[in-house]
């Protein structure tokens, strides 16, 4: 007869499985923050104004097309919730971006009336044609946006 031992088939222990879930949740939003933080970066560095080259192709710098000329009203602009940005077109064929993202505490902004954005989350308002801050608590302006006009189609870059 032989004694045979068989042994307990054991897994990860609940403390190594509940620090492993924590450190994927962990990771995975640094990584969705860092990206944003890079994304914001650039663009600031490219500034807000558009690029009018008249003609050629509507898909400048392998950007989205956002809308046409047409679309954005003079002395006013237009929010693009997806790509969080407002194109406003402050003087006729001048066109400008900025961020809807608030800079005071990070809020989206979907609210535009007029040449005004404003922040639900806690009164900020910035004007889209200039994005300057025009109702504190935010004290910073818009982040600029860089777009490119051809023709009469508008693209973010």
């Known amino acids: 007869m032989t004694s045979e031992s068989v042994q307990p088939v054991s897994g990860p222990s609940r403390r190594t499985v509940v620090a492993a879930v924590g450190a994927a949740g962990l990771t995975v939003a640094l990584t969705a923050c860092g990206s944003d933080d890079e994304a914001s970066g650039s663009s ?5 104004g558009a690029t009018n ?12 097309a956002l809308a046409k000329t047409t679309d954005i009203p003079e002395g006013s602009g237009k929010i693009f919730e997806k790509e969080k940005v407002v194109v406003s077109q402050p003087t ?16 989206p ?22 994005g ?3 109702k504190d608590p935010a004290v910073k302006p818009l982040e600029p946006k860089q777009i490119t006009v051809n023709g009469d189609s508008i693209t973010l870059a």
Do not use: P, Y
């Open 44 to 48: 600031t560095e490219q500034g807000g």
């Open 53 to 64: 080259e008249g003609g050629g192709s509507s898909a400048g710098a392998g950007g989205a």
């Open 92 to 107: 006729a064929g001048e066109f400008k971006a900025f961020s809807t993202v608030c800079t005071h505490r990070n809020c």
């Open 109 to 130: 902004m979907v609210d535009l009336k007029d040449d005004i954005i404003s922040c639900t989350c806690h009164g900020s308002q910035f004007s889209v044609l200039d």
């Open 132 to 134: 300057s801050v025009k």
